[in-house]
């Protein structure tokens, strides 16, 4: 039987997480192989009552840490630590995710299918999005550019530049047809990563100093430096509805947080 951590990062997006924990209810009730911890990191700055309510209803064995905004990985560090690494062991796979996607139905059968490979540290699963209608996984393929870092974040530093590419960005692009196989990548798409037991085995930690962005080469660098590898593996199935937490943020926050993130990256792995 797998026993599984999966912690999930809310910020003021109510609905959306309530959609998420009944997907993963759903998914979780059609397997009896697999034990299942959940762990609600709210990031809001204001707490809601009627979420904490509804999630518990969903399940009173989910625990919600309320916490101060300390980003993404931020608040993936707090809940690996208020389990404890030890304890974390304990665990076949640890999922970390935003609350904007959804689990298939099948995701857990799928995820209870996956053998257990000495070299694989982290699952990039299909993640399909829901306005764009392609699959967001592979990432990155190979480990970018110096050159193509500088250049993204020269793209960050200058507003006009910036809200060119937020602006192409948001266009819906037609469905990406090409059917990608299982395989070895680079680094995975941020919104839901599955880390296995492998990974905290050989001592990878959680310890990303970067409120937003970039977590994906953070990941990916870490697996090199312990030697694992990315898998992305399309069985497992995820839906994305594009409504995430950065939406709510202005470009400048945005753009600010990206360089951030940027100028961290070029310093440590280039």
């Known amino acids: ?72 990985f931020g608040a993936f560090k707090v809940a690996l630590e208020s389990v404890g ?58 480990k970018p550019k110096k050159n193509r870092i500088y250049l993204n974040y020269m793209l960050f530093k200058y507003p006009l530049l910036f809200k060119l590419y937020a602006e192409l960005s948001n266009k819906k692009i037609k469905k990406n047809t090409l059917a990608y196989k299982a395989q070895k990548i ?10 296995n037991k492998i990974f905290f085995e050989l001592g990878g930690v959680i310890d990303y100093p970067i409120f937003l962005f970039g977590e994906e080469i953070y990941v990916a660098e870490v697996m090199k430096k312990i030697g694992l590898e990315v898998h992305y593996t399309p069985s497992l199935k995820i839906l994305d509805s594009d409504h995430g937490s950065t939406s709510k943020e202005s470009r400048k926050f945005i753009a600010n947080e990206h360089r951030k993130a940027l100028v961290f990256i070029l310093k440590n792995y280039y």
């Open 1 to 72: 039987m797998k026993k599984i951590l999966q912690i999930i990062v809310n910020y003021h997006s109510e609905e959306d997480t309530l959609q998420y924990i009944n997907s993963i209810c759903e998914s979780k009730s059609i397997i009896d192989s697999v034990t299942l911890d959940i762990i609600l990191v709210d990031n809001s700055i204001t707490k809601s009552k009627l979420l904490r309510d509804e999630v518990l209803l969903m399940d009173r064995n989910i625990k919600i840490i309320d916490n101060e905004n300390v980003g993404y």
């Open 85 to 142: 690494y030890k304890n974390v062991l304990l665990y076949d796979h640890v999922i970390i995710s935003n609350v904007d996607v959804k689990l298939n139905l099948d995701f857990f059968s799928e995820l209870q299918k996956i053998n257990k490979n000495s070299n694989i540290g982290v699952l990039a699963p299909s993640i399909v999005s829901e306005f764009r209608g392609n699959d967001l996984n592979p990432k990155i393929m190979k």
């Open 186 to 195: 680079y680094a995975p798409h941020g919104s839901f990563i599955i880390f």
